[in-house]
């Protein structure tokens, strides 16, 4: 059975930092596209940061130079670094990994706030 498990999230301050993981169970996660998308209420889940089987990566504008998407295959793991949070980071972000087929974690909530 695939699982995709994110954790990390939590309150922080503007200007804060967080590091989100999602670990993956069931499948050879270096195989897969992984990316990170966030989805806040009454907003469509978007792409956040993405990385490539190969390790190219690619991010939205609105998180360049913040937000850094790493992985450890060894791990089964890829990574978010969140840096200078603002308070419309705030959402549910999700890990999904794509390859054949495709599969969505459960989410961890981000929550930017004063």
């Known amino acids: 059975q695939v699982q995709l498990v994110e954790s990390g999230g939590d309150l922080v301050h503007p200007g804060g930092s967080l590091r989100l993981s999602c670990a993956a169970s069931?499948?050879?996660?270096?195989?897969?596209?992984v990316g990170w998308y966030r989805q806040s209420p009454g907003k469509q889940r978007e792409l956040v940061a993405a990385i490539s089987s190969g390790g190219n990566t690619n991010y939205a504008d609105s998180v360049k130079g913040r937000f850094t998407i790493s992985r450890d295959n060894a791990k089964n793991t890829v990574y978010l670094q969140m840096n200078s949070l603002k308070p419309e980071d705030t959402a549910v972000y999700y890990c999904?990994?794509?390859?054949?087929?495709?599969?969505w974690g459960q989410g961890t909530q981000v929550t930017v706030s004063s």
């Open positions: 999904n990994a794509r390859a054949r087929a495709q599969y």
């Open positions: 069931g499948i050879i996660f270096s195989f897969y596209h």
